[in-house]
C-alpha cells in the first residue's frame, strides 16, 4: 500500500494493472504515491512475487476471467518484451 515514502505524498489516484509481469508499473506507482488496487498476471511465479511486493493488491490470474475490476483512475499493461529484447 502506498505509505508516502521515498519523498511522494499519497495521491488520490488509483491504478489497475495488467500483464503485471513482476509489478513494474505496480513500482512506479507506488513511488508516485499511486495505490495499486489489482493486478493481474497469468505466471504463478510473478503473481507470488508480486503478492509478496504489494500485499494488499487484489491479484487476478485471467485476464481472459477478469470481468468487473474495481475501478481505477490508471489502467496499465505491460508490453511482451522476448521478442525485442
Do not use: V
Amino acid at each position: 500500500m502506498c505509505d508516502g515514502k521515498n519523498g511522494f505524498e499519497k495521491t488520490n489516484i488509483t491504478h489497475g494493472s495488467l500483464f503485471s509481469g513482476i509489478g513494474g508499473f505496480e513500482l512506479g506507482a507506488h513511488w508516485a504515491g499511486i495505490e495499486t488496487l489489482w493486478n493481474c498476471e497469468i505466471k504463478e511465479w510473478n503473481r507470488n512475487l508480486l503478492a509478496k511486493r504489494f500485499p494488499n493488491t487484489k491479484q487476478y490470474a485471467d485476464i481472459r476471467e477478469l470481468k468487473t475490476p474495481e475501478p481505477t483512475t490508471i489502467i496499465s499493461g505491460g508490453f511482451p518484451c522476448q521478442d525485442i529484447s
